[in-house]
């Protein structure tokens, strides 16, 4: 399991101390050259989600050339609404009713698909705002490198790389943007019809950053797992030789008394005192 780019998040994913909602979200950052790995370690892919990924693949780059006209001023913003509103509601039911689409993350994406299309249902009722549908979800093409990069492994690096140069600014800067700017737009809307739209943002701003924290935090536990990865190898060097040297000590008691052990043991201070120099 830690053989892969992926792998290296073993350790996070075995600690006692990894709660389960952050062994979920780490294994959506785990889509690395080795394929698949699951929860409980399976390598093979389930169909429901070779397929789910594919129609994703497909369907993604669609939503997000989609967004990125619209806010080019070459698409209608509403029929984006539009268009989003139905994905999120098909990819809602489908992760629903077959809970192997996604058997790591099954209730976590429909969480963020719920708030998603609560924050839709806004530009939805008022299409002058559509286009904040466009600014949020243009970071679907961020997604499909997710996804692409779990199904095309022969690709994983260029996508890795396109993965992360977009996600800081689409996730990291323009969502924490786009909370503030809800909040100054909607100044003159009422409170229960500005409040629901800022806390959905909100949220979907703490799903964003808890993806980033957590993908440091695997890397920086590679970094301390690769440091450490002697030391158990070193010891049990240390302990064999320590238990040969003691058998031998005990059979020079035996045969010569203790002269002759304190004699090897001197011998060996002195050999332990020239290699330390």
């Given at each position: 399991m830690c053989q892969t780019p992926s792998g290296t998040l073993c350790a996070i994913l075995t600690t006692r101390e990894a709660s389960r909602t952050e062994k979920l979200m780490v294994s959506v950052l785990a889509g690395g050259a080795g394929g698949?790995?699951?929860?409980?370690?399976?390598?093979?892919?389930?169909?429901?989600?070779?397929?789910?990924d594919r129609v994703n693949i497909a369907a993604l780059p669609i939503l997000?050339?989609?967004?990125?006209?619209?806010?080019?001023?070459?698409?209608?913003?509403?029929?984006?609404?539009?268009?989003?509103?139905?994905?999120?509601?098909?990819?809602?039911?489908w992760i629903l009713l077959q809970p192997a689409t996604l058997p790591s993350l099954h209730g976590l994406i429909l969480?963020?698909?719920?708030v998603t299309l609560l924050l839709l249902l806004f530009p939805y009722r008022y299409p002058a705002f559509a286009r904040f549908t466009c600014w949020d979800g243009i970071t679907e093409i961020n997604t499909f490198f997710l996804i692409a990069r779990r199904q095309i492994p022969a690709a994983y690096k260029p996508?890795?790389?396109?993965?992360?140069?977009?996600?800081?600014?689409?996730?990291?800067?323009?969502?924490?943007?786009?909370?503030?700017?809800?909040?100054?737009?909607?100044?003159?809307?009422?409170?229960?019809?500005?409040?629901?739209?800022?806390?959905?943002?909100?949220?979907?701003?703490c799903f964003n950053y808890g993806m980033f924290y957590l993908s440091v935090k695997r890397r920086l536990t590679k970094k301390k797992k690769v440091s450490t990865a002697q030391v158990p190898a070193v010891n049990r060097c240390t302990d064999r030789r320590n238990a040969a040297t003691?058998?031998?000590?005990?059979?020079?008691?035996?045969?010569?008394?203790?002269?002759?052990?304190?004699?090897?043991r001197a011998e060996a201070g002195v050999q332990e005192d020239l290699k330390s120099r």
């Amino acid at each position: 399991m830690c053989q892969t780019p992926s792998g290296t998040l073993c350790a996070i994913l075995t600690t006692r101390e990894a709660s389960r909602t952050e062994k979920l979200m780490v294994s959506v950052l785990a889509g690395g050259a080795g394929g698949y790995i699951g929860m409980n370690g399976e390598r093979k892919q389930p169909l429901a989600l070779q397929w789910h990924d594919r129609v994703n693949i497909a369907a993604l780059p669609i939503l997000g050339g989609l967004c990125a006209l619209s806010l080019l001023g070459y698409y209608d913003a509403a029929k984006v609404t539009d268009v989003f509103i139905l994905y999120i509601v098909a990819d809602f039911l489908w992760i629903l009713l077959q809970p192997a689409t996604l058997p790591s993350l099954h209730g976590l994406i429909l969480g963020h698909h719920v708030v998603t299309l609560l924050l839709l249902l806004f530009p939805y009722r008022y299409p002058a705002f559509a286009r904040f549908t466009c600014w949020d979800g243009i970071t679907e093409i961020n997604t499909f490198f997710l996804i692409a990069r779990r199904q095309i492994p022969a690709a994983y690096k260029p996508l890795h790389y396109a993965y992360w140069i977009s996600f800081i600014p689409m996730r990291l800067i323009l969502y924490p943007y786009m909370l503030v700017r809800f909040w100054v737009v909607l100044e003159d809307f009422p409170m229960y019809e500005r409040l629901p739209v800022v806390i959905c943002q909100f949220l979907l701003c703490c799903f964003n950053y808890g993806m980033f924290y957590l993908s440091v935090k695997r890397r920086l536990t590679k970094k301390k797992k690769v440091s450490t990865a002697q030391v158990p190898a070193v010891n049990r060097c240390t302990d064999r030789r320590n238990a040969a040297t003691e058998l031998h000590e005990r059979r020079l008691l035996k045969e010569n008394g203790v002269s002759a052990v304190n004699g090897i043991r001197a011998e060996a201070g002195v050999q332990e005192d020239l290699k330390s120099r």
